[in-house]
């Protein structure tokens, strides 16, 4: 019975980990669809003459931002999200690994049962 309960215990952490993968997996995606975007917008701003005008949107207000400041802000903004991405992906490795090694502690103890079960039967069939 304490095996049965041992045997649980070990499923309920590698799903734990799976989910931690997927979440993982989840803000990767999330990541890279800002960093597409940011990388857009930074294209935009190359194309633009020094004396072109934008606007940055805060809240509901236009409100107008210096050129270079603005190309500074999303070249800050690609170099975050880059970095954050490497920190998930790294995440995902180490997650990855963790719920290998679950799901190989798993399997072991399954074979360990299937033994014990035909160790019984071939006991069984020896009694008769």
């Given amino acids: 019975m304490a095996d049965m309960q041992k045997f649980e215990e070990e499923v309920n952490k590698l799903k734990t980990l799976e989910k931690d993968r997927e979440k993982y997996f989840s803000s990767r995606q999330e990541m890279e669809m800002r960093l597409t975007e940011s990388r857009n917008v930074k294209a935009e701003l190359d194309l633009m003459d020094t004396d072109s005008k934008v606007y940055k949107l805060i809240g509901a207000v ?11 802000t999303v070249e800050k903004r690609l170099e975050f999200i880059e970095s954050e991405i490497k920190r998930v992906e790294a995440s995902i490795a180490d997650v990855t690994k963790k719920s290998s090694d679950q799901r190989d502690k ?21 009694k008769k």
């Fill in 62 to 72: 236009l409100v107008r931002q210096d050129l270079e400041e603005a190309r500074s």
């Fill in 106 to 126: 798993v399997m072991n103890i399954q074979k360990t049962f299937q033994m014990m079960a035909q160790q019984a039967q071939q006991a069984a069939a020896q």
